[in-house]
């Protein structure tokens, strides 16, 4: 079984938590520029836009935030893990800048996220998870060469191409 958290990237940075009070604002302002692990779970900051400013991120959390576009995360060029559970956008083409994106997390997605066709040329991308989205197609994503865990539960996939990807991906934990 996959357990991110015996990533190495977990033992290697410190994590930086922001919560809404203080305001976002200030609090952002108390975090060092070489931060590589921001944690804005549930902070109710609705631009991507101040977070762009810490160019080292490896590792950005932004679950349950009011973001509702990821344009411009593409400048977070060292970014290997994004958390975005329970987000507010349907387009994932600003994460196909993203070479070393090799965790996404956008399961629960509250918008109509249902294509996954930017996905397809992050090819260092070890664990995704789309479970509860609106997903009805891995197709993009079968050529994948480095998927070790798909999180698929609560889409509309058909069995049939949950069944190739499993054939084609036999390394591959599935969870649908």
Known sequence: MVNEFDDPI?????????????PFEEALAE?????RYLDCEGVPVAELA???????LRVLNISGTKISSLAGIEALRELEILYADFGLFSNLEPLTGLSRLRALDVSCNLADLADVTPLAG?????????????VVSIAPIMG???????????????????????????ACELWS
């Open 122 to 134: 992050i090819v260092g991308l070890e664990r995704l998870y789309l479970a509860h989205c609106d």
């Open 31 to 35: 975090v060092p520029g070489d931060v």
């Open 50 to 56: 101040p977070l762009l400013a810490f160019a080292g």
């Open 144 to 170: 994948s060469p480095s998927l070790r865990l798909l999180s698929l539960a609560g889409t509309a996939v058909p069995e049939a191409e949950i069944a190739r990807f499993r054939d084609a991906h036999p």
């Open 10 to 22: 977990f033992r290697s940075v410190e994590v930086h938590s922001l919560r809404a009070d203080p």
